[in-house]
């Protein structure tokens, strides 16, 4: 079964500082995976994604992301954080073929950006 | 409106009620899903629908009944539930049920009484 671990379900980082926050999945085949963002009061919404190709994957608001095979890893980063990051943020799993069809999630990591 | 819309966003319902969730999307997709998300907890997927056929159900109880009349439209109905079924329920929707992106609705935040 697809799984998803982040580490750290809290994040404080200082405004204008590195944002990293992680992700590492298990898996006996290629997956795809996602970053969602979730601010207080809201739905899910999409910040980057990984299916096929380049590993460093760019997304909105100058997030980042790279699919580390050998490490089984999808950090998430931006080089500098914004009061506005403030947010829940879920890496998500799922695989193209067979029967998984459906996302699996992290627990969540709450980044808090302290000004 | 666009994207994925769900009403009500807020509900309050007592044990013995009868409730229903609706979900909208505006996106011209052929899956709908349901997610529950409890606090401190990861995301739950409940159903999915695609093409109007439910393809998931993963164990929930009976107390939560799906219905998706066509493809725009996902309501989950609600009845005899517990205390412990407070929760946020999102509604998502994707071009084909799998690895393609879900885009979420912004949810109903339910409270069992």
């Known amino acids: 079964a697809q799984s998803v671990t982040q580490l750290g379900s809290h994040v404080s980082v200082s405004e204008g500082a590195l944002v990293l926050l992680r992700c590492n999945y298990s898996s006996s085949v290629p997956p795809y995976l996602f970053w969602y963002v979730q601010y207080p009061n809201q739905g899910l919404q999409l910040l980057l994604k990984y299916t096929t190709g380049a590993t460093l994957v760019k997304g909105i608001n100058g997030f980042e992301a790279e699919f580390k095979k050998s490490e089984t890893s999808f950090h998430l980063t931006k080089p500098s954080a914004h009061m506005s990051d403030a947010a829940e943020y879920f890496c998500?799993?799922?695989?193209?073929?067979?029967?998984?069809?459906?996302?699996?999630f992290g627990s969540g990591t709450q980044l808090t950006v302290l000004p | 409106e666009t994207g994925v819309t769900q009403t009500p966003r807020h509900l309050v319902m007592g044990m013995t009620n009868k409730k229903s969730l609706k979900c909208e999307q505006h996106l011209g997709h052929n899956a709908m899903y349901w997610y529950k998300q409890s606090a401190k907890k990861p995301l739950e997927l409940m159903f999915v629908y695609n093409f109007k056929e439910q393809t998931e159900n993963n164990s929930v109880p009976s107390r939560f009944s799906p219905e998706c009349p066509n493809s725009s439209h996902l309501f989950l109905h609600l009845h005899t539930l517990q205390p412990e079924d407070s929760a946020l329920y999102l509604c998502a929707s994707s071009q084909a049920g799998g690895a393609d992106t879900q885009y979420f609705g912004p949810g109903t935040r339910l409270t069992v009484l």
């Open positions: 998500a799993v799922t695989y193209p073929l067979g029967s998984a069809r459906q996302l699996t």
